[in-house]
């Protein structure tokens, strides 16, 4: 089996992809400074698993990476501040831990892994290229990976994480090329499923509906976004990471459904069994992308890969694991 390090291991991705990791029973070294994620009773039970070992430290700090060891087999870099809360609010935090702790990684990996063979895979974001559509008015749609990465409005702190992410890609495509490695990028779209978090946007539909908040807002009722299920997004990170196929290249990750936001919430509805009496229909916050949707035909045909989990069966899913795990007060 291999020798895995998950970087940001204990957030949102990095559980779910060290819990399906583990079942393989590959050995997993996660790495984490909570600084958003928590040691809550899921991640405790990934904890006792005996092929799961986790390291505290901040990686902003490149000492930090000499407690990590060596002899990595893949290298999955997930650090990052996500949440658009935050972006506003800590801007150059996003920027700076985003970027420092890309440039350590790299550094690390090609000095200090001590694996020929070993590879490293980039999680980047749709918020990479997202604001060509905000500043030209146009984006093909689907959204193939060879768009031109936009960053719209530098003095929009919501753009800061599109711009870690966009120097992270850069990074990794040239020290790579640099330094003759292998490493893969993949641009997440949408993903969601359970211990998400409470601040993105369908945690807090849940909340609000357990709340009945009346009337019911709703921000960019219009918008559009393509979500996927944590479950296909794993396994399709774990695909791209394992196979040569996708050595050197970029990848979207998620599905080929076009969903509007008013249309995702009227299904939370359903779901949930309550419907307010009144909507209140408001703006998206500056910035905000107006449509998404990924084209996903490039890792179906290098890989085989595609989405099967249909929206209205991953709501149902996550919906139970959040009336499960309301959020402490």
């Not at 390291?55 to 290298?75: A, R």
């Not at 539909?205 to 009722?221: D, L, M």
């Amino acid at each position: 089996m291999s020798r895995v390090l998950i970087t940001g291991g204990t957030g949102f991705i990095g559980y779910h992809l060290a819990n399906r990791l583990s079942n393989q029973n590959h050995e997993i070294v996660l790495a984490d400074n909570f600084f958003r994620s928590e040691k809550d009773a899921d991640l405790i039970a990934l904890l006792e698993k005996p092929n799961v070992k986790l390291v505290e430290g901040d990686l902003t700090i490149k000492e930090s990476w000499d407690k990590l060891g060596d002899g990595y087999d893949y290298v999955y870099h997930l650090v990052g501040i996500n949440g658009t809360e935050l972006f506003y609010k800590i801007p150059h935090e996003v920027l700076r831990i985003g970027i420092e702790t890309t440039l350590h990684v790299l550094d690390w990996f090609r000095t200090k892994n001590n694996k020929p063979e070993a590879k490293i895979l980039y999680t980047s974001s749709n918020e990479a290229y997202a604001g060509a559509l905000e500043a030209f008015g146009k984006l093909p749609l689907p959204t193939p990976e060879n768009v031109p990465l936009v960053i719209s409005d530098p003095y929009n702190a919501r753009w800061s994480y599109a711009g870690q992410k966009l120097v992270g890609e850069l990074l990794f495509i040239h020290y790579s090329k640099a330094y003759n490695f292998r490493m893969s990028i993949v641009r997440p779209h949408n993903f969601y499923g359970p211990r998400e978090g409470y601040q993105h946007v369908i945690p807090e539909i849940i909340e609000r509906v357990q709340k009945k908040v009346e009337p019911f807002p709703i921000f960019g009722a219009d918008d559009t976004r393509s979500f996927c299920y944590i479950d296909d997004a794993i396994e399709a990170i774990q695909a791209v990471m394992e196979s040569s196929k996708t050595d050197g290249g970029t990848y979207h990750i998620g599905t080929h459904r076009e969903t509007v936001i008013k249309d995702l919430i009227e299904t939370m509805f359903k779901i949930l069994n309550w419907h307010p009496k009144e909507l209140d229909i408001k703006n998206s916050p500056a910035g905000s992308v107006k449509r998404r949707l990924p084209d996903v035909s490039k890792i179906k045909r290098d890989i085989g890969w595609e989405a099967k989990v249909e929206l209205e069966e991953g709501l149902q899913k996550m919906t139970e694991w959040y009336l499960a795990h309301p959020r402490k007060v």
